[in-house]
């Protein structure tokens, strides 16, 4: 799982937040889904930036995720290992994709489940409740474990 740092924290925040406040959502675009609009908030970049980056290499974020290679000549995995500097890991970003993070998924009521990966307020809703989480452990509250599950429609 990610380090719990407030960097991470103060992001995941704000992009749920822009999120919420409209910002442009569209699962299928790689600059304005769950990732990128993570990866707009670390890195500054557009949504229109991101997109053009991402489709010089085949597939989705989860999809580039298992085939991150840092020495690569793809212009997106260098986007990636910049998320990977600030303390992300590619099963964290995997998982946000997904929304499928048990330690996350826990932090969720039940009244709120199950989410779906492609609907703008359950990325939001997971998003916060990763924040919580990692402020948690930043406190020193909750033990870190992760796993990450499918979940079914």
Not at 34 to 59: M, R, Y
Not at 100 to 128: F, G, Q, T
Request: net charge negative; hydrophobic share 40%; aromatic share 8%.
């Amino acid at each position: 799982m990610a380090r719990p740092t407030l960097e991470i924290i103060l992001g995941l925040r704000e992009t749920a937040d822009r999120m919420g406040d409209g910002a442009p959502y569209a699962w299928g675009h790689h600059g304005s889904c769950n990732c990128g609009h993570l990866v707009q908030t670390i890195t500054h970049e557009s949504p229109g930036k991101i997109q053009a980056l991402a489709v010089e290499k085949l597939g989705d974020w989860s999809d580039k995720f298992i085939a991150y290679c840092p020495t690569s000549q793809f212009p997106i995995d260098h986007v990636i290992t910049q998320m990977l500097e600030v303390g992300f890991t590619t099963d964290d970003l995997y998982a946000l994709e997904r929304l499928c993070d048990r330690d996350v998924l826990a932090m969720i009521p039940e009244h709120r489940k199950p989410l779906r990966h492609n609907r703008r307020e359950d990325a939001m809703v997971y998003m916060r409740a990763w924040a919580d989480l990692l402020e948690a452990q930043l406190m020193g509250v909750v033990e870190e474990e992760r796993v990450c599950v499918e979940i079914k429609f």
